[in-house]
């Protein structure tokens, strides 16, 4: 029989509806079933794309005994922490204050009111490597709470206010100045891996936002060493296992400091991050390589995570099915042996894809199998025709392996990030279709996750929207994809949207006296402590992400509010930018752009046309663009401007000040390069 699971939206929680585990959705009347009953919660957060969820899942929760025992004892509780982030930050915020570490599967024991009192992440069937087995905590849990109940209040009780008594150093109330983004430019030079790119030892994640802010920090300074760190890292990353060598995109993060063997799930976050960040790579160097894999990650995207209603899937499985063996293990989709290869391309063609794409008779995986790579000394000797040939008929042959899952949860945040770095991709190198697709996930976002009031919500599937509310993070990141749209397309309702929810952000994200910023709205449900947390992880942070959005729709209306507001969020840069340079990653970015202005540009003229392009290809950091023709007012950049001698112009503005208008590219290139 499915358990309560059943009627969900979330294909993390509907993976377990089938579960012996008589599961419950987060919800009010679980808490009060727990209070009814006189037992604890067992909360269980993870995702769909998450490896060891799946193999807790496998070994723990579809056991017959082990599910009779948690029925008995407890009531449990399953959330995927990509529906409900909010959750997942006070609980893991608790766990990583209480063991030093965290990570998904999260596993938390709750009392009826919801506090904590028990704390973990994986546990293995049988106790191993000096970890207590599940069953053992299970039962440790339930005779503490039977025998020693005060005990466990009390614990509980510590806990959070000991949670509620953590004060988050907010910085300053000042800008990050020059000096300060000096500073973290030293400290991510000390943390750089010369030899191998990227920040850092094992495992090594795709530090994108820290490369955008190396970008933009090169462009405002001319600091030859922080594109060196950007280009290196981006080669890297590229030539590496953690890019996928067939079908573009990249995978979650490298298990080893070459990134050769990735953990191999695809989220769209990073995908769409990574796709941006090589396409600024290419318009700040013309990098061939950046420029490929941009547009490879942006046709992934399309290709693969597009959903029938035009936004995009959350991610792909790690896990897929062994076509010899028929069990799902860790990228069995993408991996390759010689005699795989022969079976394919005939002896010739694979003795060149062998050396090409780095695949070795031991092997760089497991079992034999070796992840695609490009080698830089491979030796090949082989025309670029022959070379493509080889590539599709892999590509082609892979196709018929069975697949990865796919996660298809809309998530409003990846999809605005998804938004924004297709309309630029789109636009930099003259493919509509990458522009139609951006257009057509912000209506999703538009005609699904809006309102009435702007208010947003977290998730939906299959056209059927879910019942979270949005984070700051949606609010923010959805709020940049529709303004990296009124760029691209110069339609002003997408300004205007934006405008909408980054009034939602002043009115129920921002504390009014210290100008820090929430992860929830102050009408959200109301958990043991209200999440805060500026630093910049997998994604931007809602608070960063927030005064990105801020300072660049300020920028295109003059809204003193939204300037005033994103400069008040700045503040906390310069107080983590010198001890965490890399977990401020986006904070800096958007400093890098405060500090240039931003540059307004608006130009009057065709959407598209060299000046548009020009535009959009400037490299000064964080500048936004205005198009339209002569009259046209639905971007107030455009208000007042016209043609100039009958010629389209652009007019560029910084800090109050305007240049002269140019109707010559050239000369727009030049007042634009950083």
């Known amino acids: 029989m499915p358990n309560r699971l059943a009627h969900e939206t979330s294909p993390y929680l509907l993976q377990h509806a089938d579960n012996p585990v008589d599961w419950w959705p987060w919800s009010a009347e679980a808490f009060e079933q727990a209070r009814e009953r006189g037992v604890p919660v067992l909360l269980s957060v993870g995702y769909s794309s998450c490896h060891w969820c799946h193999v807790m899942a496998h070994e723990s929760f579809e056991d017959a005994g082990t599910a009779a025992f948690l029925n008995e004892h407890f009531v449990n509780v399953k959330v995927d922490r990509e529906e409900r982030p909010d959750i997942d ?7 990583q204050a ?27 069937p049988e106790p191993r490597h000096g970890m207590p087995s599940f069953q053992q905590v299970a039962d440790g849990v339930r005779r503490a709470w039977t025998d020693r109940r005060d005990e466990v209040d009390e614990v509980a009780g510590k806990i959070v206010r000991d949670l509620s008594e953590r004060q988050l150093a907010f910085g300053s109330d ?19 891996d010369a030899s191998r790119g990227g920040f850092g030892g094992a495992p090594k994640f795709p530090p994108s936002m820290v490369v955008e802010f190396l970008l933009r920090h090169y462009a405002r300074t001319g600091a030859e060493g922080a594109l060196q760190m950007a280009a290196d890292t981006c080669e890297r990353m590229a030539r590496g296992g953690i890019y996928d060598q067939l079908g573009g995109g990249f995978a979650r993060y490298s298990v080893d400091r070459e990134w050769t063997v990735p953990h191999f799930e695809k989220m769209l976050y990073d995908n769409a991050l990574l796709c941006r960040v090589y396409a600024h790579l ?28 035009g936004g995009f899937s959350s991610a792909l499985d790690a896990d897929s099915e062994d076509a010899t063996t028929g069990k799902h293990v860790e990228g069995a989709y993408y991996v390759w042996t010689p005699e795989q290869l022969r079976e394919v391309l005939g002896d010739a063609d694979a003795e060149i894809a062998a050396a090409y794409f780095g695949v070795t008779r031991e092997g760089t995986f497991e079992e034999g199998a070796s992840v695609l790579q490009l080698p830089e000394n491979s030796g090949v000797a082989a025309d670029a025709a022959r070379l493509d040939s080889i590539r599709e008929r892999l590509l082609a042959a892979r196709s018929q392996r069975p697949a990865p899952g796919r996660d298809d949860k809309i998530v409003a945040a990846w999809n605005g990030l998804a938004v924004a770095a297709l309309a ?22 538009v005609r699904l996750h809006m309102d009435d009031r702007a208010r947003l919500s977290r998730t939906s599937k299959d056209g059927q929207v879910g019942a979270n509310a949005g984070v700051l993070e949606d609010y923010a990141d959805v709020a940049e994809g529709f303004l990296a749209l009124a760029s691209v397309t110069g339609e002003g309702v997408w300004l205007e949207f934006a405008g909408f929810l980054l009034d939602h952000v002043l009115g129920q994200f921002v504390d009014e006296e210290s100008g820090s910023l929430y992860d929830t709205a102050a009408d959200a449900e109301q958990l043991i402590r209200r999440p805060q947390d500026p630093t910049d992880n997998a994604v931007p942070s ?48 958007v400093a890098e752009a405060a500090l240039d202005g931003p540059r307004e540009v608006a130009v009057i003229g065709p959407v598209g046309g060299d000046l548009h392009r020009t535009a959009l290809l400037g490299t000064a950091p964080g500048a936004v663009v205005a198009v339209g023709a002569a009259g046209d007012d639905e971007l107030p950049l455009l208000a007042g401007r016209g043609l100039v001698e009958g010629l389209p112009a652009a007019y560029v503005c910084r800090r109050f000040v305007c240049d002269a208008p140019t109707v010559d590219a050239g000369d727009l290139a030049t007042k634009l390069s950083g």
Do not use: C
């Open 89 to 95: 930050a006070v609980y893991m915020e608790a766990v």
């Open 98 to 124: 209480a063991t030093g570490q965290g990570g998904w599967p999260m596993t938390v024991f709750l009392t009826p009111d919801a506090e904590p009192f028990y704390f973990g992440t994986y546990f293995p």
């Open 174 to 192: 000042e800008l990050p100045g020059g000096d300060d983004l000096a500073q973290a430019l030293l400290g991510l030079t000390r943390d750089y």
């Open 282 to 309: 290419w318009r700040a160097t013309g990098s061939d390589l950046a420029r490929r894999v941009a547009l490879e990650t942006a046709d992934f995207m399309v290709r693969e995570l597009r959903t029938n209603e």
């Open 424 to 445: 630029e991709v789109g636009a930099y190198f003259e493919r509509p279709d990458l522009v139609a697709a951006a257009v057509g996930a912000g209506d999703l976002l």
């Open 542 to 589: 809602g608070w960063t992400a927030a005064a990105g959005a801020l300072l660049s729709y300020a920028a295109q209306t003059g809204a003193e509010p939204h300037r005033r507001a994103a400069e008040r969020a700045l503040g906390v840069v310069k107080g983590l930018a010198p001890r965490a340079p890399r977990f401020i990653g986006h904070g800096l970015a």
